[in-house]
């Protein structure tokens, strides 16, 4: 069984150049990101979860929507 993540290739792939910008995972969360912090907007930054959490679902969101593409 191998280790290897899947990162889903690149997110913004050029013609005939696969390594070139982020990964689709990366592009997952970073959106999963915005939408779940912007529930708190209006919160102070005392409310707002940890930089460290945050980042650790929102690479849970990305995994999720990967395994939800192989189906």
């Given amino acids: 069984m ?3 993540k899947n990162n889903g290739g690149p997110a913004f792939p050029r013609q005939h150049d ?3 910008g982020m990964t689709l995972r990366d592009y997952f969360a970073a ?3 915005q939408g779940w912090l912007a ?8 409310r707002t979860p940890p930089p460290e ?5 929102a690479y849970a969101y990305a995994d999720a929507m990967l ?4 189906q």
Wanted: hydrophobic fraction near 40%.
């Fill in 2 to 4: 191998s280790n290897t």
């Fill in 18 to 20: 696969w390594s070139y």
């Fill in 31 to 33: 959106k999963a990101l």
């Fill in 39 to 46: 529930m708190y907007a209006n919160d102070t930054l005392e």
């Fill in 53 to 57: 959490s945050a980042a650790t679902i």
């Fill in 67 to 70: 395994k939800a593409r192989e």
